[in-house]
């Protein structure tokens, strides 16, 4: 399984961006995917997640500013960005479970103040 992201990018505070996840098998074949992001110095932290049935989870911290989705025609799931922060830059990872976990390479998200 291969997981390629894109979106990534320089923004202003409050401003927005949209990431992708393409990935090489269908996005519903999987148990569920996500968005992880590791800021300098941070450990990896779960941002979102989708499950094969859609529902879907936030860490507290995005509630209400980022929606996680997919795309079935193009086999894409997305992670919008709204009202971005500072305290939002990092390098947001897209993962994809099944039998593993399985990981992209990761597209840089930065947000000046």
């Known amino acids: 399984v291969q997981l390629v992201e894109s979106g990534g990018g320089l923004v202003q505070a409050g401003g927005s961006l949209r990431l992708s996840c393409v990935a090489s098998?269908?996005?519903?074949?999987?148990?569920?995917m996500g968005w992880y992001r590791q800021a300098p110095g941070r450990q990896r932290e779960l941002v979102a997640t989708?499950?094969?049935?859609?529902?879907?989870n936030y860490v507290d911290s995005v509630k209400g500013r980022f929606t996680i989705s997919r795309d079935r025609a193009k086999n894409t799931m997305y992670l919008q960005m709204n009202s971005l922060k500072p305290e939002d830059t990092a390098v947001y990872y897209c993962t994809a479970q099944l039998y593993s976990t399985y990981w992209g390479r990761g597209t840089l998200v930065t947000v000046s103040s």
């Open positions: 098998d269908s996005i519903f074949s999987f148990n569920s």
């Open positions: 989708i499950s094969s049935v859609g529902n879907t």
